[in-house]
């Protein structure tokens, strides 16, 4: 994004650094393709991936739902 929106970061004695845009796509809207990049990872790596062991399961079930000693 910096590389984009400026050309210079003078307090860092950085110049010539600008570029042009990828695709014509502004630095500020490339966040629409990350998070759609995201999702379709997080989808295609639960998909692929194979069940967590009960184990993992009970570990899970303890985080969300602790059982609190009364006193």
Do not use: C
Request: charged content about 15%; glycine content about 12%; overall charge negative.
């Amino acid at each position: 994004m910096v590389r984009v929106h400026f050309d210079a970061i003078p307090w860092l004695g950085i110049q010539g650094i600008g570029m042009e845009p990828w695709l014509g796509i502004q630095s500020t809207s490339a966040g629409v393709w990350g998070v759609a990049a995201g999702f379709l990872t997080i989808v295609v790596v639960s998909l692929l991936g194979k069940p967590p062991s009960q184990e993992t399961q009970d570990f899970v079930e303890s985080v969300r739902y602790p059982e609190f000693d009364r006193w």
